[in-house]
């Protein structure tokens, strides 16, 4: 796949346990499919889950939509936010996401400091990122 940002090859990283993210060598974007999103959850849900410090603020992008990767459709960006709003890339055919450079490390801190918090309801931040895609 390229990237939907700068055309770059995407190239495979292993994040966490077992999860396979499509990451670009260039400006750092991150794609997650919607199965790997669903993995990203249950390893947080097992709790082996630490927050990656937030090594690089979002880099800057041209502005406009960007298509899927894997379809082409336009995605739709969407304001996603969790205590910390972030700009999340959806696909409206359901693919998966796209997540700027740190978006992912600030989602994670969003999540981490959340489950913190006594009350931290079923509408926790990856149901919800489940949810919103559901919704597409
Ligand atoms: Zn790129
Ligand atoms: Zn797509």
Same mark, same amino acid.
């Given at each position: ?7 770059s090859? @995407?190239t495979? +990283? +292993?994040?966490?346990a077992?999860i ?13 499919? =919607?199965g790997?999103?669903e993995?990203l959850?249950?390893?947080?849900? @097992?709790?082996h ?8 603020? $979002?880099?800057?992008?041209? $502005?406009? !939509?960007?298509?899927? !990767? =894997?379809?082409? *459709? *336009?995605?739709t960006?969407?304001p996603y936010?969790?205590?910390? @709003?972030?700009? #999340? ?18 989602l ?6 959340a489950?913190r918090? #006594?009350?931290?309801?079923?509408r926790?931040?990856?149901?919800? @990122?489940k949810?919103?895609?559901r919704?597409l």
């Open positions: 796949m390229r990237c939907p940002v700068d055309g090859q @995407l495979p +990283h +292993h994040y966490e077992q396979e993210v499509d990451v670009c060598p260039v400006c750092k974007g991150i794609w997650l499919d =919607k790997e999103l993995k959850q249950e390893v947080v849900e @097992l709790d889950f630490e927050a990656q410090p937030v090594l690089d603020a $979002p880099g800057k992008r041209p $502005p406009g !939509p960007i298509d899927c !990767p =894997k379809c082409e *459709t *336009t995605m960006e969407r936010g969790y205590g910390i @709003l972030v700009e #999340v890339d959806l696909c409206p055919e359901g693919c998966g996401m796209w997540l700027d450079r740190g978006e992912l490390q600030i994670e801190r969003a999540f981490e400091s489950r918090q #006594v009350e931290v309801d079923e926790g931040l990856w149901s919800s @990122l949810a919103l895609l919704d």
